[in-house]
């Protein structure tokens, strides 16, 4: 056994069964290992953002660390803007990044680069391993480290000469990490704040924003008088007819501003304290009145769903206080002009039953939350960190965790060309997996954002930065180039008809919306 | 005026006059200046490795800097495999990275990262400009430093509130840095070993391998009886018909160990001693035997063409001694079945004079270099450190800084799946490239290296991450999606025929050659 083995069997002894890989030279002895280890699925990307971004997914659905495969300083670098989501989505993720054997680290050749470096913004655990003894215990550290609550990405760095000396260690378990008991002291501060009547929100992320903790919290919001909402941004929300309805903090600052006015008090239930995405001139950072009081209840670390349950009891509210549901609703499919609403009210129509959504629809897609609270249930994963390219990688690595449920990505066209070899995946996974683009053929959400900050309208050299339509990308070519069946709709009537037809297949499938 | 328009005027004072940018929200007073401001061109990235790359292929052909304009953390990072790749070719570059306002960072917004960490792995200097007033001598000390010898990149971080705030600051000029003069003692130190008449290499690198010092060290060898040779991967050779044959230290160990056995000493003029690209079981890091002696005539921060002819005057090199020249050669077009060798021969024939040829052809293409060196003469721009994805954005930078030659890319399938959204910034901005795909439809270079590295054949698992024929890429569909026109060739007559053709017209083209 060699040290590749060894790392292989410690993932299978640990319950890490699948790789998100794309291996080099310093990586072979890796893929000579997996090739023998048949507890390991391999799941090739053709850019390393695919492999992450999936990784991500991944683990937003199976709540359990994917490995990744990354080659050296660089290969690890092409994979950071994805890494930068997962960690604003207290995503696990257990990164294996090779490297020359640390005698040939002082010959400085070509790939060489500071790794550690690279790794630490956006990892929560970096270690290298440096004996093929060893490597057992650090990769079992770093699923543990992966699973400890809130949950991070962990960089485990492996030299060539570890994964191909010999060793005779045995594989390494990991104690499986649990989250912190709710603080019965924050639980008994916040319901005294709670009883205050004063106009209060419960701000909710994270596993509060499960089908079941989401009932607790909408119990204690109608006995407190307290409104619900959730974060702008969350890895993974379980919502729909039967589910309880929630907002999000809206991503515009003016619209923030009036959610928050005149609220007096913001409880935390592994939410932050809701800030500006971005500062703009003569505007605050804080989305909350000077004067209001932020109260944690529970942060990250802890159980989310006991926390709310231990609330729900401390306030005595009523076992006849049913949480607030959406009733489902009959929608009719749309007709005339293509719009990101008549995108939404097809899916509305249509979307089966357990759906995950992946939304990177930026600008186009902001219509699709509120009407779809009565749709049939569904998860819904958004872009946590604001690193765009996550929308067709997240949907690869969502598919994979839950093979029998359809998975729709509600895609920008910009953040879409980010990554685009995710489709590659799809198509070589067979993944069930149905793509629509939204084809406005500019980066709308920049023309806004340039108002936005004061600096005027768009004059040639900045259109040229903002437009993507000289030429026009061609959505339906790209993905039979990667060998997804695709097509094209520039009308309601003709996106349901699309749609419907999509939904009725399984495998991946792109439709270009042009709008 | 603001800090981003001072920015601005202080590249055009400094002369540079091309920004590629993948801009955001931060960086939108920077596109606001931008379209104020004549003097400089800005050529948008659908990703930001097309940017750094594009940024690096200008500054080998322009021998100046580009700016980048990138968007945070997430931006750059996205942007670093292809900053390794520059650092690697010494190319100067200057990246403006936008950031969040000090007063925001607290905050610790979702786009909030460690900039600096991930900035200097990949670049020689880092600074973060703190108040628009200094922001024109920050971005001349960015200039400055990116050009001081060996030239380097150099980012420099700009928060936004930097760019929006009022200045009265001026514009500054940098002094522009000049190479280190030749060592009068080193230079006679070299003259002596040379004189030994031991079995010597001169091993050249960087500007070194331009023509008019290649012709000088030519005669030195002549004089000498030593061997001339180039690093294994260089920035840029000026190479073909006229000019200097030299050969690489080739990228096999095994091959690179002959090739200097029984060498005594090794001349080093810009180029490192050499070193295996990657460590394997067994076999060492220096490819020189043990006892071979090094001596470094001149690094890369000097003169490389005044310490050649330095050295020259100090043998008294009689002028009667001319450099070797390869001479012209009639090449036939090939026939029968296409094979990276029939590429390279039609190319021969058919490579229009003052091409640039920018190689990522990785395995198929290194046939390409012995057949050309009677080609008509051309540039060759390699990958220089080994980050897969630079050939096509390479491409992208060197036909906007030489609108009037062709640029020839030899792309291999996987690395040009890093990268592909190049193709889209070459059809927007109708630049002169002809791509050619050299699709053997796996990365035939790691099933080479997994039998190097003693991992042995590869089973299921291994074939299913070293294949990428399920399915295959479509390269005539991809380029279209991006607005690219392009054909298909499976013979070698096929594959002349489309040459000849997309050699006689202008714009972007792409020929993905069937292997």
Redesign the interface.
Known sequence: MNGADLLCATFVANGVELCF?N????E??F??A????PG?R?V?G??E?VVTGAADGYARMADKPAATLLHL???L??G??NL?NAR?AFSPIVNLVGD??A??LP?????T??IE??A???SGWVRRTVHADDVGRDAASAIAASLAWPRQVATLIVP??VA?NATAAQPVRCEMPVARAPDAARVAAVAQALRRRARTTILLSGHALRASALETASRIAQASGARLLAQQ?NARMERGAGRVPIERVPYNVDQALETFAGTEQVILVGA?AP?????Y?GKP??MLPPACTVIELAGRDTDLAGALEALADELRVPSSVAPERAAPAQTNLPTGRLTPGAITQALSALMPEHSIVCDESVSSGRSFFPPTFSARPHDFLQL????I?IGLPLAVGAAIACPDRKVIVLQAD?SG??T??AL?TQ??ERLDVLTIVFANRRYA??QA??K?????E?????R???D?D?????????A????VEAGRADTAEGFADQLRAALAQRGPFLIEAVL
């Open positions: 890989a291996p080099g030279t310093s072979m002895h893929v000579a997996l090739d023998r280890c390991i391999c090739l053709l850019f953002g300083g660089p290969g670098a092409n950071l803007a930068h604003r020359h054997p005698t040939h010959h400085d050749a070509p790939l680069s500071d470096s690279l630490r913004p956006m060539a000469d191909w941004s932050k800030v500006a995405f971005f500062l001139p950072s804080s946590t960190g604001g690193a390219g910009g060309m980010y685009p070899q590659w198509a070589r959400i920049l954002e340039l936005n900050v004061g600096a005027g768009p004059g040639r050299n900045a040229r930065m903002l993507l000289d030429p026009s990308l061609d959505w339906v070519s790209l039979r180039g990667m060998g």
